[in-house]
């Protein structure tokens, strides 16, 4: 009860200051992380802007180093931002002490890794991983029991309960540390690659998992994939480019089709005004350090910094045997 009464304080004082974002599960202000090693200095996130709605089910992608894996780690709590601010549920994350991110771990977010020897413990069966959590957390044994065979149901592993994890199939793993995960009602689920290691039917069946986890059990879910086939299957993906948002792709359902089959993709303007440009777009167009904007009534043109059309050829100069004896040249 001291561990829970703590944790809300801090909330109450973070979202006694909140503008930005004020009301969203996630939101990220201008956060920036720099890592330094042997005298240099890595920017790994450089003033990131992110708003994630309570409720939503939503992927981020970007490249190796793009800084979504170090975005993740800050919103689990493993580790603190260099400036900015960051709020999950209320939660000023930039704030806390050790023992805060602690108990924000243990009762606001889960985790999933992607590798799924970090998620259970082999000497435990599904329903023991599930459990510990709320053990941790005090609950009774009666509790415990039947809070981890009902996430084990809800989640499509009941028959593993009795399971060790070397007596599971990867997808089975997986779909238990959801449940691990969820043990203690997490507000956020976090989930770093969850299909990475998986095929596309064992895949396909996790991310099931996580949309039920968010659909029927109510939990926000942010996914972190390369797998094109989860991100289609998502209303929000969102790209982070150079430690900042870039792109967003919004889904939607066709009428007549199946799925969320119409997507828009939109650039992402920051709260300086910055814009990143696709850059197999600035690529064709030859775009390079500056470009030129346009105000017309209902938008901003773009354009390459150059004249239109061709570049003018330069005058010729007359040949040296057409040059007489007192010509000005």
């Known amino acids: 009860m001291a561990e829970n009464l703590e944790l809300d304080e801090l909330r109450l004082d973070a979202s006694g200051h909140a503008d930005y974002g004020d009301g969203a599960l996630i939101a990220c202000d201008r956060l920036v992380r720099i890592y330094s090693a042997e005298g240099i200095?890595?920017?790994a996130l450089q003033g990131l802007d992110l708003i994630v709605a309570e409720g939503e089910l939503t992927a981020?992608?970007?490249?190796?180093?793009?800084?979504?894996?170090?975005?993740?780690?800050?919103?689990?709590?493993l580790d603190a931002p260099t400036a900015g601010t960051v709020r999950v549920a209320g939660h000023d994350l930039g704030i806390m002490s050790a023992r805060q991110r602690l108990l924000y771990r243990r009762s606001v977010v889960g985790f999933i890794w992607q590798q799924t020897a970090r998620n259970l413990l082999p000497y435990l069966t599904a329903a023991q991983n599930v459990?510990?959590?709320?053990?941790?957390?005090?609950?009774?044994?009666?509790?415990?029991?039947?809070?981890?065979?009902?996430?084990?149901?809800?989640?499509?592993?009941?028959?593993?309960?009795?399971?060790?994890?070397?007596?599971?199939?990867?997808?089975?793993?997986?779909?238990?540390?959801?449940?691990?995960?969820?043990?203690?009602?997490?507000?956020?689920?976090?989930?770093?690659?969850?299909?990475?290691?998986?095929?596309?039917?064992?895949?396909?069946?996790?991310?099931?998992?996580?949309?039920?986890?968010?659909?029927?059990?109510?939990?926000?879910?942010?996914?972190?994939?390369?797998?094109?086939?989860?991100?289609?299957?998502?209303?929000?993906?969102?790209?982070?480019?150079?430690?900042?948002?870039?792109?967003?792709?919004?889904?939607?359902?066709?009428?007549?089709?199946?799925?969320?089959s119409h997507a828009v993709e939109y650039a992402v303007l920051d709260r300086f005004g910055r814009l990143q440009l696709p850059t197999e777009m600035t690529d064709a167009l030859g775009m390079r350090d500056r470009v030129r904007l346009e105000a017309e009534p209902d938008h901003i043109g773009v354009w390459p910094d150059r004249p239109a059309g061709p570049p003018a050829d330069p005058p010729a100069l007359p040949e040296v045997s057409d040059i007489s004896p007192g010509d000005a040249i």
């Open 41 to 43: 200095e890595v920017q």
């Open 131 to 260: 459990e510990l959590p709320l053990r941790l957390a005090g609950s009774g044994r009666r509790t415990r029991r039947s809070r981890a065979l009902e996430l084990l149901d809800v989640l499509g592993v009941a028959h593993c309960a009795r399971r060790r994890p070397d007596q599971m199939s990867g997808g089975e793993q997986q779909r238990v540390a959801i449940g691990v995960a969820l043990a203690n009602s997490p507000s956020l689920l976090l989930a770093d690659e969850p299909t990475g290691e998986l095929d596309t039917e064992t895949a396909a069946s996790v991310f099931g998992a996580l949309h039920t986890a968010n659909s029927e059990l109510g939990v926000t879910v942010l996914v972190v994939t390369h797998d094109p086939e989860v991100s289609r299957m998502v209303r929000r993906v969102i790209a982070i480019r150079d430690g900042r948002t870039s792109t967003e792709t919004l889904r939607a359902q066709s009428p007549g089709e199946p799925g969320l």
């Open 60 to 77: 981020l992608v970007g490249a190796s180093g793009s800084g979504k894996s170090t975005l993740m780690n800050i919103l689990a709590g």
